[in-house]
Nanobody
Framework: QVQLVESGGGLVQPGGSLRLSCAASGSGFSAYAMAWYRQAPGKERELVAHIGPSSNTYYVDSVKGRFTISRENAKNTVSLQVNSLKPEDTAVYYC?????????WGQGTQVTVSS
């Protein structure tokens, strides 16, 4: 069983930055594929970035060059550095952990980009 707790969201002006963090409890963190998803009002949840156990990464096209996902296995954490934020990045951001058929979600952290 893995529990995920996100933090770091908030209100930021366009062009600003935030660092989202996800702390995982439980064992075997280093074996999990970790990801950040987001869900904007009225839209489906979408994958934003993924980092595998070997730290290979994937980004959706809309965030490439602006977002960076990283993991620190010794601390059971995964982070998402979000730069050059745009109003369309406004959403609830969710941390996700996946291993084999097991998948876990955090409760989400709100990111609002507005002037």
């Amino acid at each position: 069983q893995v529990q995920l707790v996100e933090s770091g969201g908030g209100l930021v002006q366009p062009g600003g930055s935030l660092r989202l963090s996800c702390a995982a409890s439980g064992s075997g963190f280093s074996a999990y594929a970790m990801a950040w998803y987001r869900q904007a009002p009225g839209k489906e949840r979408e994958l934003v970035a993924h980092i595998g156990p070997s730290s290979n990464t994937y980004y959706v096209d809309s965030v490439k060059g602006r977002f960076t996902i990283s993991r620190e296995n010794a601390k059971n954490t995964v982070s998402l550095q979000v730069n050059s934020l745009k109003p369309e990045d406004t959403a609830v951001y969710y941390c996700n952990a996946r291993l084999d058929l097991r998948t876990y979600w955090g409760q989400g952290t709100q990111v609002t980009v507005s002037s």
